[in-house]
């Protein structure tokens, strides 16, 4: 118990770091006298941080160390607090919603899945738009290893935490010898590649709340945008190419990014396997997908095809969301294959989410050296990625990841069909939710959105989505018996 | 010569043996009391039993005035100590250090006079390495040795019957190849050496050692024996140091299979290779071999610690119908025994490495000893220096060379241009010669007749 209050008390004082979020809504509202809205927020960021304040101060004594174990405890209670406090200046600004799909919007926002349920976005106010994708940029790079950057009062438990929050099987090669400076340095490198985007879209063309926006939506890979026909809206080719450059760095591990900037080389990028895999990838499904689309005869010339087909796919397979255009019309291999790569091209240590590039690699290789061991019984063959070695443990917890991967998918595709959901809708809607894509297709489609989804179905994704981001182990680990258990 | 020698592994005590033959006086230490008390048995040398980078042991070893220090521990480390306390604490004039890490040998500024003082470092597992991955590119010769970077090579080959060349006289060597040039140095016929003269016929079953461009290597294999096939499959057993690193240099561009017997080494040798196919188990091991499918194996080599395996694990894989077999021999006694038999190629690690000391020690400019026929004949790559009055060789045809019978100079190399040795070529300064010696006893001779007169300094 005494444990448990530790736990409440890290809670209270991440609640406390988190109600900073509001200030930049807070300033925007400002600058655009929204006088409503500007009292939403300040009344939200009071919520919170009396809410924080209050858990810390009932607590405050107990500063024992965090524990593996409340580590998993913390992360699963802020991932799930935080979008709960995150939709107070949603629920105030816009009447009509309901609290079930406010945090979906919210959950969406901080998972960076981009899935929206809001409709008139083009309406909707600017600090609220700035909000929403506030919450993408957050997400992305994950609000506790902020935390752990800016907070050393984590202490010790920091790398417990650090490791529950980042995506990727690999956790234990630290950048830095002190997991702060860690942090700190990966923050850094996110925010100096979010600067550059936002001057770019600026001077594509992007009025400075669309610029901002999107690139803190490009950045988490999120894929919120301000208008309801996401990047359709601005018609340019130019942004369009500015924004497929950043999700692809952003799908990349932001750790090769900063060993790049600190060495001032681009020679890291060849030794990421990962990322390496993740391009080329990508490349050819592009080329190849362009291809269809023309041969089927959905775009008249292979450049427009090719223009389209790569920012589409790109947006979905490095799991941001945005759209150009419907692609749920394409013929349905198109999309599909899209929804496809998004479970898996994303790069360990990046802001997407899914399987991650390189578990996919470690299963290939796996499926090689099963082979060898048939051909050869006596063959000792290590896993190696880009030359190293990978342990054997780190291969049987990937392939413990991918069944429960699985697992979860097919479940949470079931559950939708019992709600009475049509199966394309049903299994694309879980897919693009537990890889924190965005949009599916047929119902769930970049067309249209998740509105349409009952109050249940509603919660289904958000499990989804949750699930996704913090990558089951994280969550399903609290619902194991022998995590009560002392 | 007063040389000290630091460690009396296998490398220390061969180089102590051949040197001690050579009339030198041998202190050598090691931590090691039986060994060295083994070794002050069998010959006559000095021996101190102690830690090899202390300056107390190596002031009592007579460093202070010894010529020459050779550091061969089993540690790089004590090796690199060692040479910079023979520098800085005693003024040794040469300091011969064994480094085997690459990592060490990747940086060469680290054995400068102003870091670790090493004069010229040797790695006896890279110069065995070499030598292995040489054979197999040619896999028609017994022995592939270079000089001056590779310019100039002498191989050994043993004729065979239906080689154009066999049954004919060496003067018809050069009707069958006008372009080519190359030189029969010497031709050992069961064990006893013959000097190749123009009328010298070659016959099945000699071995022949020329000595030729290293271009033209290929050509002139033709004609003495049928090419075989180039290698493709290899099998390695044993995955020590010279196991991995020959596995290393040849898994690029060859199909090879590594074979260890220890599970932990298996691991580490496997995450450094990455073409090589590394198999946990026993090289002798014959459902192993077989089920690995020896009997395609272009080239097999045994390269484990242990002769009996060795031999034993080569023969198995010979009757399996492996094309090749090589087996790395320790004990010269077994080399002779084996060399010729169902094994075709028996190496003697001690005999392949020693030529590489042995540059240093000899008198006068040396820059390369190959060891032939386990140390009985010799190879060399001298330097002329001096002019006609002061040398004995420079200004001369070589015809005019005073040689011992039974030496050849086979090739010059000349600012890097290689000329054959034929008897009236003019030899000028700085012109590298390759001599070819039948029997190691005129090599005292042969130093005598490249020093240059005292009047030159």
Known sequence: MERMLTVIRALGLLLIVFSIAYLMPLVSALI??????????????????????????????????????????????????????????????????????AYFETMSGLSTTGATVLTGLDALSPSINLWRHELNWLGGMGIIVLAVAVLPLLGVGGRQLFKAETPGPMKDSSLTPRITETARNLWLVYLVITLICIALLKLAGMNWLDAICHAFATMGLGGFSTHDASIGYFNSPLIEFILIVFMLLAGMNFATHFLAIRGKTLRVYRHDVEGLATLSLILTSCLGIAYFLWWQGTYPDYVTALRHASFNLVSVATDCGFSSVDF????????????????????????????????????????????????????????????????????????????????????????????????????????????????????VGPATNYAILSDFQTWICILAMLLGRLEIFTVLILFTPRFWQR | MKIVILGSGQVGSTVAENLVNEANDITIVDTDASKLHALQNRLDLQTLVGNASHPSVLRQAGLADADMLLAVTQSDEVNMVACKLAASLFNTPTRIARIRSADYLAHPEIFSNDNFCVDFSICPEQILTDYISKLIEFPEALQVLEFSHGKVSLVAVRAFKGGPLVGHELSQLRKHMPQIDTRVAAIFRQDSPIIPEGTTRIEAGDEVFFIADSKNIRQILKEIRRMDKPSKRIMI????????????????????????????????????????????????????????????VDVFCALTNDDENNIMASLLAKKAGAHKVLALINRSAYVGLVQGGKIDIALSPAHVTIGSLLAYV??????????????????LELIAHGDRKSSQVVGRRLDEINLPKGATIGAIVRNGEVIMGHHDQMIEAEDHLIVFVINK????????????NVGFF
């Open chain 1, 328 to 443: 749920g019309q394409w013929p349905v291999f198109a999309p599909l294959w899209m929804l496809f790569l998004s479970c898996i091209t994303a790069s360990s240590g990046s802001t997407g989410g899914g399987i991650k590039m390189v578990r996919t690699l470690i299963l290939f290789n796996q499926a090689g050296r099963e082979f060898l061991k048939l051909l050869h019984p006596s063959a000792v063959n290590p896993m190696k990625i880009g030359g190293h070695v990978v342990a054997n443990n780190i291969v049987f917890s990937v392939l413990g990841f991918i069944f429960l991967y699985f697992m979860t998918v097919v479940t949470l595709t079931f559950v939708l069909l019992i709600s009475g959901l049509d199966f394309i809708s049903a299994f694309t809607a879980i897919i693009a939710c537990i890889n924190n894509a965005g949009p599916g297709l047929n119902v």
């Open chain 2, 441 to 452: 006893k005129m090599i005292s001779k042969i130093e005598k007749l490249f020093q240059v």
């Open chain 2, 362 to 379: 000899r008198q006068g400019d040396v820059a390369a000893v190959h060891s032939l026929r386990r140390g009985a004949a010799e190879a």
């Open chain 1, 32 to 101: 655009y006298a929204e006088t409503d809205i500007l009292h939403n927020f300040m009344l939200a960021m009071a919520w919170t941080f009396c809410a924080g304040l209050l858990m810390w101060f009932f607590t405050r004594r107990n500063k024992g160390e965090l524990t593996v174990r409340h580590g998993f405890l913390l992360v699963f209670g802020m991932w799930t607090a935080m979008p709960a406090f995150a939709t107070l200046p949603l629920l105030l600004a816009l009447p009509g919603l309901s609290f079930t799909n």
């Open chain 2, 237 to 296: 057993v044993g995955g020590g140091n010279i196991g991995r690193r020959l596995a290393l240099t040849l898994e690029q561009n060859y199909q090879v299979k590594l074979i260890e017997y220890n599970k932990h080494a298996c691991e580490t040798l496997a995450s450094e290779l990455n073409n090589t196919l590394v198999l946990h188990g026993d090289g002798t091991d014959e459902t192993l071999l077989e089920s690995e499918r020896v009997g395609d």
